[in-house]
């Protein structure tokens, strides 16, 4: 109760402190700027918020000291992201200055009612007669950081507990470990077993007294009490009862918890929090418990649901192939090629050439003599080649920090691989250094010499999930020429190819064969594409529709992604880049061990199947010997059919018997091949299937039967349900990711680790541990968490061992005195047992005790297995114990 309370006191302050902020907010009476606090903050009210400061409520960005009228914000305490984003402020109002809001009276806002949805809003402001569409990126939401910019100023859209950040605060689900769970039985049961004795002693004590009291005549019963009356004989029952309540109470371990409690911290903060085996020093960053209630939990652990990008690589993009006017270029060898070469007994040779250290850089790891320098001046399609890399400088969101020189300047970029694209349309002489709200400035190095170019900045068609694809309309001011950039996966680039450009046939087979090689070498492709717009069409035909989409405050979203279907058709492909993502340090030795201790891990990622194969072989998951099979419904030729008739109904049901066939065919194999290992991916359009009601218990039938199983092309959504199904089966399950589309999966686990990555710290906050690299889960599960296990355990035996004698005792020598409530023992030190002689042995051995030393754990994995064994802990009460013999073979 103290350590609750102080924890109260603590966030009292800290919300008294948020709440009395002071924030500069507009008085129109006084027609002046005056101080409140973040507390007195309404809805309507125009605020100024300063550098560094944090918004106090959700906010209408009106206008900033820039002339662009843009700001840059920090989301990290929103979504974890790190990276700066930029914000723009309306067209009509950004030029304003702070005291121009003062005479401002003839403005209003229509907006959808208080959300949980962080990236959308949908809102119009009405000003002088203008309906003006409110995009997301003019909202600035509390708990984001003011970087970069002065001073802004703008509008309250929602305050307190109406602003997306309380929307989003739900409570994390409450986790309590299998060993609690199974105490409680055990409580239950001490509790049956004391009530047992009492009925017991309290029947034979009343038909005692009543049949055989008058024969002791020595007791005195004719000075009988009422406790002891023949004739009364429910009440001296009753009375019975109660003496051996009290005397029997021993039999419950009233400390356990409380020492469980101290144990448990003990170990977090004493342990797990100070091992330098699990510290990072790149990044000065050490594990940390942020839950002491799973520590035991850590020992029991059957199946690890793992992210790929960021968990078992490290989430550092690099440039380092593409493929342009269906050539391919750079000559780099990627560590997901080596490995394989080497599981093929090949020696490749990977030695960089000297010539390309010196265009090596962070983001960028490429080189290729045809195209570095001024190279590609001569080539053949060296339009098409020029393009490419105005494409790459142009068809992002990156916002450039610093001074304008390629040698000094830094790129805030969302997603790794977004920097890695323009950092490579640098070194190509494509130099992007500045960015407004409507113009994009490039430093183009072409054949023409050298100039900086400013694109206007029409459209941006935002990238999300569904979409897969990102685009920008610009208009080249010199050329007066109208261009949409598209860049996105290969499966909605080709869908949307102009048929009758001839070129674009013969590069789709070309660049299809070179994805797939990258894809084969681990690399993660995206396919870039261009087209011409039609100024008239445009002008008079699209642009209406969009302000229509824009400015709907009903399924605006659906409407937009209509009206960008609409533009984004009749493209030219380019060609793809290759960016790698190279695994992390030390992980395939991780996945060597955590299989030798018996534990299976499934890799969920979002990459195409190939890939995601090549990258299980190179990280251990995947070996030769496994019997590997994969399920997918691409190539089925009636599915494909009925998708090419435009049956959509037709399709998936073909698609689900297809999985459902697939996956019985696949448990047939595994019946008629016991003893061999297993292997099973499968990707997200089956995966779908395999989730459904009719399929999920096949599915988790066959998978949790192998060692390895990857799921291919998965959005967060499924990541979530794939571990929920995994638990349902009883497994103890462990989730480790480290972004914000992982926070699902880490939460629908027995335990949750976050990695302290590249993208935030989601993740982290999410998780109920964290480390900082993937291969810090063998100290943490086979150390730590077999240690705490077994402490645990033992600790808990003691406890219900040492009262159960004592108790046990006590209710032998009763019955032998007729159960009348006599003790053999001194009150005195009956009173003390739990309290003081036997308080500190059992937390002793919770916090110090261990079987073998760190080396022998790590050395023989197979001694994890004992946790694993999920009724261990009763059958050790019972008194029958599971022993394994430790050899070399463990």
Known sequence: MIKEAVEDYRRYKLDKEINNRPVQVLDPERAEYATRTWKDVRVGDILIVTKDQQFPADLLFLTAETEEGTCYIETMNLDGETNLKIKKAPDETKDLGEQDFIQFREAAIECEGPNARLYQFTGNLLLDGKTLPISPNAILLRGCNLRNTEKIVGAVIYAGHETKIFKNAAPAPSKRSHVERIVDKIIFFMFFLLFSFCIVGAIFF???????????????????????????????????????????????????YVSMELVKIAQSMGYINNDRDMYHADTDTPALARTSNLNEELGMVNTILSDKTGT?????????????????????????????????????????????????????????????????????????????FRLLAVCHTVIPDGQPEPATIKYEAESPDEAALVVAAKAFGFFFFKRTNTTVSVREHTVRGVEDVEYEVLNVLEFNSTRKRMSVVIKHRS???????????????????????????????????????????GLRTLCLSYAEVDRDWYNSVWLPEWVAAKTSLEDRDDKVAEVSEKIERNLRLLGCTAIEDKLQEGVPQCIKQLALAGIRIWVLTGDKMETAINIGYACSLLQEDMMQFNVTVYGVEDV???????????????????????????????????????????????????????????????????????????????????TKLVRSKGDTT???????????MIQSAHIGVGISGQEGMQAVMSSDFAIAQFRFLVPLLLVHGRYCYKRIARMVLF?????????????????FNNFSGQFIYNDFYM???????????????????????????LKYPGLYMQGTVKPAIIKGYTGVFVRFQVNDKS
């Open 479 to 521: 050329q007066d020429k109208i261009i949409i950039f598209t860049k996105g996966a290969d499966t909605v680039i080709y869908e949307r190819l102009d048929p009758s450009y001839a070129t674009n046939e013969a590069m789709k087979e070309s660049t299809g064969r070179h994805m797939e090689e990258f894809g084969a070498a």
């Open 312 to 388: 078992l690589t490290r989430n550092v993009m690099e440039f380092f192939k593409c493929s342009i006017a269906g050539v391919s270029y750079g000559a780099g060898i990627t560590e997901i090629e080596k490995a394989n070469a080497q599981r093929k007994g090949i020696t490749l040779d990977g030695r960089e050439k000297p010539e390309a250290a010196k265009f090596r850089e962070r983001y960028f790891n490429f080189y290729d003599d045809r195209l570095m320098g001024d190279a590609w001046f001569t080539a053949k399609d060296s339009d098409t080649i020029e393009m490419f």
């Open 799 to 815: 406890f219900f061992y040492k009262n159960m004698l004592f108790g046990v005792t006590i209710f032998v020598f009763n019955a």
């Open 831 to 857: 009173t003390l047992f739990n309290v003081v002689f036997t308080a500190l042995t059992p937390v002793v051995i919770g916090i110090f005790d261990r079987d073998v030393d760190k080396a022998m754990a």
């Open 734 to 744: 462990l989730a480790i990711g480290d972004g914000a589309n992982d926070v699902g």
């Open 206 to 256: 009343a038909v005692w007294t009543k049949d055989r009291m008058d024969g002791h005549w020595y007791l005195a019963p004719t000075k009988k009490t009422d406790q002891y009356d023949p004739d009364n004989a429910g009440f001296v029952g009753f009375a019975s009862f109660i003496t051996s309540f009290i005397l029997y109470g021993y039999l419950i371990p009233i400390s356990l």
């Open 640 to 722: 494909e059919q009925a998708e090419a008739r435009g049956d959509k109904q037709e399709a998936e049901r073909l698609a689900h018997k297809a999985v459902a066939h697939s996956l019985a065919t696949t448990e047939k194999t595994m019946n008629e091949n016991e003893g061999t290992p297993f292997a099973i991916v499968i990707d997200g359009k089956a995966l779908s299937y395999a989730l459904s009601k009719e399929l999920a218990p096949l599915f988790l039938s066959v998978g949790t039967r192998c060692k390895a199983v990857v799921c291919c092309r998965v959005s967060p959504l499924q990541k979530a349900q794939v």
